[in-house]
């Protein structure tokens, strides 16, 4: 991905209106912001982003990897000891790339909730994710008698995230709404535009209505294939929801291109492909964890 976003580099005015020095000069608070919002500084945040966290993802898979090596658990130590601090580092610092990245396609726009309703959705993307993976993956999982458990409570987390999501989306609609603060409400204006409505009315039914009413039954969070089937719907339904969020920027209308389609499946197929590649390396579960072996030994003494 860091790859893949060098091209951005290149075609930053083409995106945003702080990179067009004639926007800049007619308007006053992108003149406030150009100590900020500039194509250097924007790269050199870019990259640091990217380093950040290819550098904690690298270091976490060489220490899972080594300790399928050794029976000593300091690697598991070392990761759980690394991980402490990520967990503020990380959404701190995707805090900022959001902002820079799909907030500031807007001139004059800002919400200081924004990043967290995206945090929220980076989340839930992620539970839904590894839903889809160990649905796919379930019976080459070592000890089945604890998968039950192990789809109930994502699909728990699942629901709480879906959620947290809605309230927070739903704050700042309703927030912004309540103040009548012209900037703000223009951004929502343009996303209930003509047929924009509908994209709106697809989100509240399958990002937030459908799921929660599945998710509510315990037998559904524990059965893998309506988890994988709502992971789906969650993962389709947040990519029209970042459409929805960046494209009324550019048109006033819904106008749908074959590069649409193209550039998500272009790019996921890109990265689902190394991740498949990476998967089929190693095996599912760490060697010698001490989270996981006792599990393993007890199912295969149940056995």
Request: glycine fraction near 4%; hydrophobic fraction near 55%.
């Amino acid at each position: 991905m860091a790859i893949l976003i060098i091209p951005i580099f290149f075609g930053l005015h083409e995106i945003y209106p702080w990179a067009r020095p004639q926007a800049v000069v007619a308007d006053k608070i992108l003149r406030e912001r150009s100590a900020y919002e500039n194509p250097l500084f924007f790269i050199i945040r870019s990259v640091v982003f990217f380093g950040i966290w290819i550098a904690a993802a690298f270091t976490l898979r060489k220490w899972s990897l080594r300790q399928d090596t050794t029976d000593n658990p300091g690697p598991t130590i070392k990761m759980r000891t690394f991980s402490g601090p990520f967990l503020a580092i990380v959404p701190l610092t995707a805090s900022f790339a959001f902002l820079d990245w799909a907030m500031t396609v807007e001139p004059d726009w800002s919400s200081t909730i924004f990043p967290v309703i995206q945090l929220a959705g980076q989340i839930l993307l992620t539970i839904a994710f590894v839903l889809i993976v160990l649905a796919w993956t379930r019976n080459d999982i070592p000890f089945n008698s604890y998968a039950e458990n192990a789809f109930h409570d994502l699909g728990s987390l699942l629901l709480a995230f879906v959620l947290f999501w809605t309230y927070v989306a739903f704050s700042q609609a309703l927030l912004i709404y309540s103040a009548n603060l012209p900037h703000e409400i223009g951004w929502y204006l343009r996303r209930i535009a003509n047929d924009w409505v509908w994209v709106v009315g697809l989100i509240a039914l399958f990002h937030f209505f459908m799921p929660f009413l599945v998710l509510l039954f315990r037998g559904a969070k524990q059965n893998p294939q309506i988890l994988a089937i709502v992971g789906l719907f969650v993962f389709a339904i947040h990519a029209a929801e970042m459409f929805w969020v960046i494209a009324p920027a550019f048109y006033s209308r819904i106008e749908i291109h074959w590069t649409d389609f193209g550039s998500w499946f272009g790019i996921g197929g890109i990265w689902l492909a190394v991740f498949a590649g990476n998967l089929d390396r190693h095996p599912l579960l760490a060697r010698n964890d001490p989270r996981t072996e006792p599990l393993i030994a007890e199912s295969a003494h149940a056995e």
